[in-house]
């Protein structure tokens, strides 16, 4: 078993990609975390985030009051599952930021 990590900047240098996951024989067999985090009011702030805890593998979507929007993605290919999860945040990340950004300041 293998586990492979690393962080991706995006262009803004105030956004990235936090990959973490584990690999045997060339699959995936665990997804430990898909996370878009964002620089905000001087710190690092996950924002969107995929995972298998709670023995399910699903999407939480912070709130800057710390509440978390749980949606569950049934799937039964994790490369499948790990391959969405980056690309849904690497579509997304600007909209879950912007979303972020108005529940901060009230506009829910």
């Known amino acids: 078993m293998g586990e492979k990590e690393w962080l991706q900047d995006f262009e803004t240098g105030l956004d990235r990609l936090r990959i973490h996951f584990v690999v045997e024989q060339g699959q995936v067999v665990k997804i430990v975390v898909v996370q878009y985090e964002a620089y905000i009011d001087g710190?690092?702030?996950?924002i969107v985030r995929f995972?298998?805890?709670h023995g399910f593998f699903h999407k939480d979507i912070m709130?800057?009051?710390g509440q978390q929007a749980k949606i569950a993605k049934p799937t039964a290919d994790k490369n499948l599952a790990?391959?969405?999860a980056i690309n849904d945040i690497k579509q997304f990340w600007r909209a879950y930021r912007q979303a972020y950004e108005g529940k901060k300041h009230g506009h829910e």
């Open 43 to 46: 710190q690092w702030r996950a």
């Open 82 to 84: 790990l391959t969405d």
């Open 51 to 53: 995972d298998e805890a």
């Open 63 to 65: 709130s800057p009051s």
